[in-house]
């Protein structure tokens, strides 16, 4: 069994950084791939970013990439995703989740082994 809790989130203006983290109970953090997505209000879900299990592969999505940054720490069970310049329409609930069979294309936290309850993340003008 495996916890994941989320942290970091908060309220920032627009051009803004936050780093988000989620920490991960157990001994086996580095046999999951780790994945972030969000919600926000009245929208899908979108599937952020994901890391390989020793964090040699990353992935971003088109709205991300150049300004969110996915890494890990194994040693301290915690995936991390630094959030730069960000803008209004990154406001929604971030999610990280753990999966063994790698990485997914799945929004549906479901779809995952485990995952967080997730932090907020409010971009204001």
């Known amino acids: 069994q495996v916890q994941l809790v989320e942290s970091g989130g908060g309220l920032v203006q627009a051009g803004g950084s936050l780093r988000l983290s989620c920490a991960a109970s157990?001994?086996?953090?580095?046999?999951?791939?780790m994945t972030w997505i969000r919600q926000a209000p009245g929208k899908e879900r979108e599937l952020v970013a994901w890391i390989s299990r020793a964090g040699f592969s990353r992935y971003y999505a088109d709205s991300v990439k150049g300004r969110f940054t996915i890494s890990r720490d194994n040693g301290k069970n915690t995936v991390f995703l630094q959030m730069n310049g960000l803008k209004i329409e990154d406001t929604a609930a971030y999610y990280c989740t753990a999966n063994q069979a790698g990485p997914k294309s799945s929004t549906n936290l479901y779809d995952y082994d485990y995952w967080g309850q997730g932090t907020q993340v409010t971009v204001s003008s």
């Open positions: 157990g001994r086996t953090f580095g046999t999951y791939t």
